[in-house]
């Protein structure tokens, strides 16, 4: 038995899935979000072993894989509900909530063997993070700028 067989898993396709979701989980742990590169990682290499599992468990027909991916996807879904916190009519955590979602469906892509897809998704995810973030910084700070020349501008009363 060679040590560095660990059939039906590959050692390509765990190092995609640890790196994958560590890499979205680094970008909300320099945030101070849930699910920090821990986490991410993990939900990543669970989907992935539960797709590459069932794969070689039931051969290479049509069979339930089906069925163990819609159980994946609803088992997150619990997951990503627990992160979300309704405070003062607000809902916090939703945009976690979706990273933990979408890092299921990484780590499914990578079981099913579509590993570029899964690099590509990742800088497809990072991009959103972190440009919206940006959007939302530079738009806040031009209200901010825009109301207080406003307030500049209002007459005195005396």
Known sequence: MDFFDIY???I??????????????LERQIFGKPAGV????????????FITMS????????????RV?????SGIGFLG?????????ALLGVTSAAVIWVLAAMGALIGFGYYTSAY?????????LLGVEWIERTYKA?????????????????
């Open 120 to 128: 590509f998704l990742t800088i497809v995810i990072l991009s959103i």
């Open 38 to 49: 821990r986490t991410s990682a993990l939900i990543c290499l669970g989907a992935y072993l």
């Open 142 to 158: 031009v209200i901010e700028q825009v109301g207080s020349t406003l307030e500049d501008q209002k007459p005195r009363s005396r």
């Open 55 to 66: 794969l070689t468990a039931l051969g290479p027909g049509p069979g339930d894989v089906t």
């Open 69 to 73: 991916l819609g159980q994946v996807v």
């Open 8 to 10: 039906p898993l590959s």
């Open 12 to 25: 390509i396709g765990v190092l995609s899935a640890v790196l994958c979701g560590g890499i979205i989980g």
């Open 81 to 89: 509900a627990g992160v979300i916190i309704s405070r003062e009519e």
